[in-house]
């Protein structure tokens, strides 16, 4: 009994090691064989540089801002429809040119028609019913260069090459705008890991208070009421905690979304938010604008894109000339040479002809007025637009600028705050230890603590994407 126990045991060890371990041979060739780099990690080493390695696999991507944009730049929809009208325009453009040149086409035609009769062929000399036709069997195998003179087509290519230009500058301003976006994004992120630190530390500071709090109470220096209020006051700094978590997770969310095409939320920004970045003066502000404004740029191409439609419109009332020329075959036999021979010599079949055509307007019951007049409108109101562009304009540096200078005025003294907030927490701690200050004194300074810093990150995120704004009518964006 035990040897059959024991033989049913090795059977049994047995078909478990070929379940778990196949053939030998099987597995010297695996199905996806191991990269020789990690193959050759073998040995004590192997788990060293596995271990190694698979912090760099999971570390976080760190962006800068020009990272960030370039990243935004291939993954924003928007932005990419701006730049697929931009080529569209542009293919357009070198259609409308090549409208205005040569065409050759090579024609290949094949027309039967009914024959007369031999008697009336010899008295009429034609030998098919249908005049329209030269023969009963009539081959057409010929090239033709085509080529129309007119004015609608000129102008029709110029109205393509300012339309062009029209949306190369809408590119450039959703190009400018998406700046805007990933600017307050990406500081957005920079300014709620800021804020998360703040809370953090009030939290930590409300909970070291409670204990302050509670050990004074048992020395019977304070009443249980400071207890109350220390309690209330920490409860309330976790809560704040938990939105300023939240918060960061949202803003990260919005970033992630913006520039990964496969949402990717491992990545940090740097720490760039309270570097010192100096301003431009307005006078500069206003010549880039003049120079480099997109707005500015797509309502004029508006205005000699509309110009163009009014000169097509009135290309109505003139006349188009149309030349063709055509070379090859039109023949009863489908060859180079007939098969007729006079005197034993054979004759090419090859031959060319020419037409003109010029086509005169007359009368097409007010049409083309009709066309010209709604030409003249749209003009009219591109003229108006561009004028209202122009305005605005200058409208918008002004206030543009003067939000950067007043972000930028208001930083330094929220940053100040923010330091004195801080101290005045710090100080009335060790007055609340002397007997010197009451709690509320306490929970006051820890409350304007938390939100003079809070305001300060705020206030440096505003001056960053007030800059940005400016950047939409200069197109260039000032950096540390």
């Not at 023969?135 to 290519?157: K, P, R, T, W």
């Not at 100096?278 to 797509?298: F, G, H, S």
Request: hydrophobic share 40%; no cysteine; charged share 20%.
């Amino acid at each position: 009994m035990n040897i059959r126990h024991l033989s049913y045991g090795s059977a049994l060890l047995a078909l478990v090691g070929l379940a778990v371990f196949p053939f030998a041979g099987a597995s010297q060739q695996p199905d996806n064989p191991v990269p020789k780099q990690a193959a050759s990690l073998s040995g004590p080493n192997a788990q060293s540089a596995q271990q190694s390695s698979a912090p760099s696999a999971n570390s976080p991507v760190r962006l800068t801002l020009q990272d960030t944009l370039d990243r935004a730049r291939k993954n924003s929809v928007p932005f990419q429809a701006a730049q697929t009208d931009a080529a569209l325009a542009r293919q357009d453009r070198y259609q409308a040119g090549a409208a205005l040149l040569p065409g050759v086409t090579y024609n290949n035609q094949v027309l039967y028609t009914q024959g007369s009769s031999i008697a009336l062929a010899n008295t009429t000399g034609f030998p098919v019913r249908f005049i329209a036709n030269n023969a009963v069997h009539e081959y057409i195998s010929q090239a033709n260069v085509h080529e129309s003179i007119d004015l609608a087509g000129i102008a029709g290519f110029r109205r393509a090459s300012a339309a062009a230009a029209v949306a190369r500058a809408r590119a450039e301003i959703a190009s400018r705008g998406l700046v805007v976006t990933v600017v307050q994004s990406y500081y957005a992120v920079a300014a709620a890991q800021q804020k998360l630190e703040t809370m953090r530390k009030a939290a930590d500071e409300g909970d070291n208070f409670l204990k302050l709090t509670q050990d004074l109470e048992k020395g019977g220096e304070v009443a249980h009421a400071d207890v109350i209020k220390a309690d209330l006051q920490a409860q309330e700094r976790r809560r704040q905690l938990q939105e300023a978590q939240l918060a960061l997770l949202n803003a990260r969310l919005d970033l992630a979304v913006l520039i990964f095409p496969d949402f990717n939320d491992n990545f940090e920004v740097a720490d760039d938010l309270h570097a010192t970045i100096t301003m431009p003066t307005l006078a500069e502000v206003q010549q880039q604008a003049a120079k480099e404004n997109p707005d500015i740029r797509a309502a004029l191409e508006t205005v000699k894109a509309a110009g163009h439609d009014v000169t097509e419109a009135r290309a109505g009332y003139l006349p188009s000339l149309g030349l063709d020329y055509w070379y090859g075959i039109d023949a009863p036999n489908f060859g180079v040479n007939s098969p007729t021979k006079v005197n034993g010599q054979s004759f090419s079949n090859l031959g060319s002809s020419a037409s003109a055509t010029l086509n005169i307007p007359i009368w097409n019951w007010g049409a083309t007025q009709s066309r010209v007049k709604q030409a003249e409108l749209r003009r009219t109101q591109t003229q108006r637009e561009l004028s209202l562009t122009q305005r605005k304009l200058l409208a918008e540096i002004q206030s543009l600028y003067a939000e950067a200078d007043t972000a930028l005025n208001e930083l330094a003294g929220l940053g100040r705050s923010a330091e004195l907030a801080a101290e005045s927490l710090r100080l009335t701690i060790l007055r609340y230890k002397g007997g010197e200050a009451t709690v509320l004194e306490v929970v006051d300074a820890q409350t304007t603590n938390a939100q003079s810093n809070a305001a300060y990150q705020d206030g440096a995120v505003r001056y960053r994407v007030a800059l940005a704004n400016l950047q939409t009518l200069t197109g260039v964006l000032t950096t540390p």
